[in-house]
């Protein structure tokens, strides 16, 4: 089983989130919870059951951090070398050939992929055209929208 890859800003970010979870929400929600218990009768005590279900939800989601950040191989895209070619980790900027609209995205692992961030999977359509390019090519990809055509207009890594 190979391990998925995350870039090293995408590991600090899933850690700091697990460390939040472990050291702010967990003692938080206990709390809520021993107050919920000493109003009384559990059966019919809603903030009891909206703390338990809080707590649920954020217990799993500190078992998938650990399992996810325990699995993954961090790659420090500073330390890669690969020139002005499209690898994972790169910073890319696009420019839409039909419509002339530019955009920024980095190619980063599934786990951390995040569109509002401009964080791509390395999975994606987008990222699976783009990987081996260099600046200056184009290249189309299928979107749900139809094909698209982009320009390469920058690579960089940080």
């Known amino acids: 089983m190979s391990r998925p890859p995350i870039t090293k800003s995408g590991s600090e970010r899933l850690r700091g989130e697990l460390e939040r979870l472990k050291s702010?929400?967990?003692?938080?929600?206990?709390?809520?919870?021993?107050?919920?218990?000493?109003?009384?009768?559990?059966?019919?005590n809603a903030e009891y059951h909206a703390a338990r279900e809080l707590q649920s939800f954020t217990e799993g989601r500190i078992a998938q951090l650990e399992a996810l950040l325990s699995n993954a191989e961090v790659i420090d895209v500073a330390k890669l070398n690969p020139g002005k070619r499209v690898v994972f980790g790169a910073i890319v900027d696009l420019e839409d050939e039909d419509s002339g609209v530019a955009v920024t995205y980095q190619i980063v692992g599934d786990l951390e992929a995040d569109i509002k961030q401009s964080l791509?999977?390395?999975?994606?359509?987008?990222?699976?055209?783009?990987?081996?390019?260099h600046e200056?090519?184009?290249?189309?990809?299928t979107a749900p929208n139809g094909v698209k055509h982009y320009e390469i207009t920058g690579v960089r890594y940080e």
Not at 24 to 44: N, S
Not at 136 to 141: L, R
């Open 120 to 133: 791509i999977a390395v999975s994606s359509p987008i990222a699976r055209a783009l990987i081996g390019k």
């Open 24 to 44: 702010v929400d967990r003692p938080r929600i206990i709390a809520a919870i021993a107050e919920a218990r000493a109003h009384g009768d559990l059966k019919e």
């Open 136 to 141: 200056g090519d184009s290249f189309e990809f």
